[in-house]
C-alpha cells in the first residue's frame, strides 16, 4: 500500500478545477455535500461558483472481511434536476451506487477515483489505483 499525503494547498487546488468542469459541464443550482469527506471540498467548490443552497447527507458503510457491506443512510434528499453531489473520493463505488438510486438525475462528482469505483463517478479530476492510501489533510495528525 502506498500512501499519498495531500496538503489544503492541494486539494484547494484540485477544488477550484474541479468547480470549473462542474460549471462546464452541469451548470447545477444545489449542492449535496457527502459526509464527512466532502464537506471540504463542497464548500470550496459552492463558494467558488456561487451556490448557497447546499445540503448534507452523511452514509456511513460498514464492511466485514467477507466484503459484505451495509450502508445506513441518516438523511434523505429528494431527487432534482441540476443536483451534483461532491465528495472527496470514490474507493470501491458503493457510496456513489447509494447516491444514485436515491436521486437518479444527480451526478456524482468527486475529486479523486480509485479504480474500482471510477465508473461510479460522473466527474473526477485525478485516477489513483486501488492499493493507493489517499491521506488528506484533516485526517493527519
Known sequence: MKQV???????????IKLAKLIKKKYKPKKLILISRGGL???SIIANYLGIQDIDV?????????????????????????????????VDSGDTAKIVKDMMPNSKFVVLYAKTSGK???????YDFKDKDWLVFPWEQD
Do not use: M, W
Not at 467477507?66 to 465528495?87: A, C, G, H, M, Q
Not at 465508473?119 to 479530476?125: M, N, P, R, S
Open 40 to 42: 471540504i471540498p463542497g
Open 5 to 15: 499525503f495531500l496538503s489544503y494547498h492541494d486539494i484547494h487546488t484540485d477544488c
Open 119 to 125: 465508473k461510479q463517478a460522473d466527474l473526477h479530476l
Open 57 to 89: 447527507i452523511a452514509l456511513k458503510t460498514y464492511s466485514d472481511r467477507k466484503k459484505n457491506t451495509d450502508i445506513k443512510i441518516f438523511k434523505r434528499i429528494k431527487s432534482e434536476k441540476k443536483l451534483v453531489v461532491i465528495d472527496d473520493l
